[in-house]
């Protein structure tokens, strides 16, 4: 019904910024709350951000609080994350993801129904 497709990722040093953008095809882009999840090699794949499908609510991960920002464009249909101050530890393939609901359990993986390829990101010391 959607798909999903991550840009913005690329190599950048610490304390640095990137955007990232998620475009959506399909069912418009107002029908799903939508996700960011990331994934290093080795390791389980972790939550960072989620927005709700009219952007009125969002969930941080705690390791991302203050330093990521998640938002929408739905009459582009496509959700962002802009990540400044970046850190080594933020080094990872990141997956945006679709849901048909908002939850407050939207920082569970098991929530989303669809999901892009990822693009990646590395943050050099």
């Known amino acids: 019904q959607v798909q999903l497709v991550e840009s913005g990722g690329g190599l950048v040093q610490a304390g640095g910024s990137l955007r990232l953008s998620c475009a959506a095809s399909?069912?418009?882009?107002?029908?799903?709350?939508m996700g960011w999840f990331r994934q290093a090699p080795g390791k389980e794949r972790e939550f960072v951000a989620a927005?709700?499908?009219?952007?009125?609510?969002?969930n941080y991960a705690d390791s991302v609080k203050g330093r990521f920002t998640i938002s929408r464009d739905n009459a582009k249909n496509t959700v962002y994350l802009q990540m400044n101050s970046l850190k080594p530890e933020d080094t990872a393939v990141y997956y945006c993801?679709?849901?048909?609901?908002?939850?407050?359990?939207?920082?569970?993986?098991?929530?989303?129904?669809?999901w892009g390829q990822g693009t990646q990101v590395t943050v050099s010391s």
């Open positions: 993801a679709g849901s048909s609901y908002w939850s407050t359990s939207s920082y569970r993986a098991t929530t989303y129904d669809y």
């Open positions: 399909g069912r418009t882009a107002s029908s799903y709350a």
């Open positions: 927005i709700s499908q009219g952007g009125g609510s969002k």
